[in-house]
């Protein structure tokens, strides 16, 4: 099986610790991962900014970056929505054969906890995570994706670890993408609603499935001085009791985190 990362522009820039927990993670459970640097942005921030014609290059180079692939994996729903929801309209107004070649890439683009739940069919991941936490749904893995339970099912595997309901779990958080930025009165308010559930279960962490979701919450709780840590489900699963999670980022034995055995996607024309 030939799996790819995707690792999200999010992540990429602002918290690749998702990105490489996200590779120990299927490496832990016998994976070998690549990660093909010619992938860039999905397209979400132009396409939701009503600009569908400056996706089309990033549609093309999504399509290059991930052929021959069995599967392509990424922390992050609502990239995984926009390949399958956006990519498909997107191709099918530019023409020139991009339809047929979305059409194969979407089906192989997996959000995480779906990967593992339904193409591995796996839900104890051998984790380790002695703290409470509370799940944070995101709009576009919840209703765009349909992922249920999926997440809360791999949470429920993690020894040591509290799951504990989040009131009103099914609320926006108020991020949205341009709509933060478009709306932030709103946006902020609606992050405080959230922020005060979250709080209110007196877990100390709150897991969620995108990073932006999450930098959006984060901001919030920071400013209100709160100890509860915004956590990525992909860091919370990587976890083990070899090599814990901790809350300064840094690795167990203090020396720079790798990504173990993942390498660079070999050249065109060669097999992994």
């Given at each position: 099986?030939?799996?790819?990362?995707?690792?999200?522009?999010?992540?990429?820039?602002?918290?690749?610790?998702?990105?490489?927990?996200?590779?120990?993670?299927?490496?832990?459970?016998?994976?070998?991962?690549?990660?093909?640097?010619?992938?860039?942005?999905?397209?979400?921030?132009?396409?939701?900014?009503?600009?569908?014609?400056?996706?089309?290059?990033?549609?093309?180079?999504?399509?290059?970056?991930?052929?021959?692939?069995?599967?392509?994996?990424?922390?992050?729903?609502?990239?995984?929505?926009?390949?399958?929801?956006?990519?498909?309209?997107?191709?099918?107004?530019?023409?020139?054969?991009?339809?047929?070649?979305?059409?194969?890439?979407?089906?192989?683009?997996?959000?995480?906890?779906?990967?593992?739940?339904?193409?591995?069919?796996?839900?104890?991941?051998?984790?380790?995570?002695?703290?409470?936490?509370?799940?944070?749904?995101?709009?576009?893995?919840?209703?765009?994706?349909?992922?249920?339970?999926?997440?809360?099912?791999?949470?429920?595997?993690?020894?040591?670890?509290?799951?504990?309901?989040?009131?009103?779990?099914?609320?926006?958080?108020?991020?949205?993408?341009?709509?933060?930025?478009?709306?932030?009165?709103?946006?902020?308010?609606?992050?405080?609603?959230?922020?005060?559930?979250?709080?209110?279960?007196?877990?100390?962490?709150?897991?969620?499935?995108?990073?932006?979701?999450?930098?959006?919450?984060?901001?919030?709780?920071?400013?209100?001085?709160?100890?509860?840590?915004?956590?990525?489900?992909?860091?919370?699963?990587?976890?083990?009791?070899?090599?814990?999670?901790?809350?300064?980022?840094?690795?167990?034995?203090?020396?720079?985190r790798r990504a173990g055995r993942s390498r660079p996607a070999p050249a065109p024309g060669r097999t992994a």
């Open positions: 099986m030939r799996v790819a990362l995707f690792a999200t522009c999010v992540n990429d820039a602002l918290l690749p610790s998702t990105a490489i927990a996200t590779v120990r993670l299927l490496e832990r459970i016998g994976l070998d991962v690549d990660f093909p640097a010619a992938q860039s942005c999905c397209g979400q921030p132009q396409y939701n900014s009503g600009y569908p014609r400056a996706c089309e290059p990033l549609v093309r180079r999504t399509v290059r970056a991930f052929a021959g692939y069995d599967h392509v994996v990424t922390p992050s729903g609502s990239c995984v929505a926009t390949v399958r929801d956006a990519h498909p309209r997107i191709a099918a107004r530019a023409g020139g054969g991009l339809a047929s070649a979305v059409a194969a890439l979407t089906p192989r683009v997996h959000e995480l906890s779906e990967f593992l739940v339904d193409v591995l069919g796996v839900e104890d991941v051998g984790a380790w995570f002695p703290h409470t936490v509370t799940y944070h749904p995101s709009c576009h893995g919840l209703r765009l994706l349909g992922l249920g339970d999926r997440p809360l099912r791999l949470l429920r595997a993690v020894r040591g670890l509290e799951l504990l309901e989040l009131p009103n779990a099914e609320e926006c958080c108020g991020f949205g993408g341009t709509f933060a930025v478009k709306n932030p009165a709103v946006s902020a308010a609606m992050a405080a609603d959230k922020t005060a559930h979250a709080l209110s279960t007196g877990a100390r962490v709150l897991c969620g499935g995108d990073n932006s979701c999450l930098l959006h919450l984060g901001g919030t709780l920071r400013r209100q001085g709160a100890a509860l840590r915004p956590l990525h489900l992909a860091e919370i699963l990587a976890s083990t009791e070899a090599e814990p999670w901790r809350p300064d980022g840094a690795p167990p034995d203090g020396g720079p």
